[in-house]
């Protein structure tokens, strides 16, 4: 017979106490992971109960972290689930000395990145304060492994022996994991961009208005959310649309104590004039949200100050005309400035990003049966809460 090593299902490890919690019997543990819900795996000393390995596992995510004898974490690795595979997302590695606690800012400390591209970014912290960085490329096939079957803990961890069940101490009611998956940003609509929807801002109070700034008309059927100087450089979205003029609405922020200045809170591409009951990111090809970090999420990139709605098929030719002229929406009545290419016969809607420069993100919204029923482009000038009269 093998080394032993004994296993324990739960809930996770908690960093403090430096022990396991929520113990879950095998069977409850089989159907979280069936379910796709959260659990962990943590490989001990049969004998002592020190931690050797943990897995955690939720959604698509799989992050394996492996103890030193001083029950210090000192590599952590992050695999996410893509194309039926497990993709190696991201690792940690951890240099103690004797006397170092655990993820000290005072020792060595690696980590490596990878892109579903093959891209590789390596960042070195040294115990100076010092650090560096590089960028290769790694063949894309050595990032993936297959997804191993629930019970085959050895080809997570690499740890080899005979897995002998150890009991820990129950989840209380309510208890959660320690540990939670990166979540990107929430689409930060519904009731946010209604008309008379209300919300504070550095101390001033705003108040939505929307008004009707189109028809946008896309004959491609492919809609390209970007900066109007460079909006080649974006993909369409993945949605294919009606190859029609589709009404828009820009929904303005409008204070009392700045009547001069009414920044665009979003634009609205308007496919069914029916209330959305799901929300979610606007895809474009190769985006996959298990790829973002926390609070990260997939947007138009800005350099101009500007942001566009524009059809695919006259991106770059009217991308060319802001690039070669300057166009101004701030003047006009509803802050937005549309133009059109003749030889397309698609539009571009254009508006000043009240934030300026940066990443600005598109949300989609869906009906009761799954249709489509508009593109909100997200200027991120709003808060997340509205202001609250009581």
């Avoid at 796709?36 to 596992?57: H, K, N, R």
């Avoid at 974006?234 to 589709?246: C, G, T």
Wanted: proline share 9%.
């Amino acid at each position: 017979m093998g080394q032993m090593v004994g296993l324990v299902y739960c809930e996770g490890w908690d960093p403090v106490a430096r022990t396991v919690v929520g113990g879950l019997d095998e069977e409850r543990a089989r159907e979280r992971d069936f379910a796709g819900e959260q659990y962990a795996v943590c490989l001990v000393d049969p004998d002592s109960g020190a931690p050797t390995a943990l897995l955690e596992i939720a959604d698509r995510y799989r992050r394996c972290s492996w103890f030193d004898a001083a029950g210090r974490r000192e590599r952590v690795r992050v695999d996410v689930v893509l194309h039926g595979r497990l993709f190696h997302l991201s690792s940690t590695e951890w240099v103690y000395g004797p006397d170092d606690e655990e993820f000290s800012d005072e020792v060595e400390r690696t980590e490596v990145s990878h892109s579903p591209q093959g891209d590789r970014d390596l960042v070195k912290d040294l115990p100076d304060g010092g650090s560096y960085a590089t960028e290769d490329e790694v063949p894309v096939e050595t990032l993936y492994r297959r997804v191993p079957a629930f019970g085959d803990w050895h080809a997570y961890t690499g740890l080899d022996g005979t897995f002998v069940r150890r009991p820990a101490p129950p989840a209380p009611p309510g208890a959660e994991p320690p540990w939670r998956p990166p979540a990107p940003l929430e689409p930060r609509v519904g009731e946010l961009f209604e008309p008379g929807a209300r919300f504070v801002v550095d101390g001033s109070e705003f108040t939505i208005e929307s008004h009707d700034v189109g028809p946008l008309r896309l004959p491609s059927g492919r809609l390209v959310a970007a900066d109007p100087a460079w909006p080649a450089d974006e993909e369409p979205f993945d949605d294919m649309l009606m190859p029609v003029a589709h009404p828009v609405r820009v929904l303005l922020a409008v204070c009392a104590d700045k009547p001069d200045w009414k920044p665009v809170a979003a634009l609205q591409l308007v496919l069914a004039d029916v209330p959305a009951v799901t929300w979610e990111p606007a895809r474009v090809e190769k985006s996959d949200p298990a790829l973002l970090g926390e609070g990260e999420f997939y947007g138009a990139g800005v350099d101009s100050g500007q942001l566009c709605f524009v059809d695919a098929s006259a991106a770059e030719a009217l991308g060319d005309v802001v690039g070669e002229h300057e166009v101004d929406p701030d003047g006009a009545e509803h802050r937005t400035a549309l133009l059109s290419d003749p030889a397309s016969g698609g539009d571009m809607l254009l508006f000043t990003a009240p934030n300026g420069d940066g990443a600005y993100p598109t949300w989609v919204g869906r009906a009761a049966d799954g249709s489509i029923t508009c593109f909100v482009l997200d200027t991120l000038f709003a808060p997340e809460r509205h202001f609250d009269e009581g």
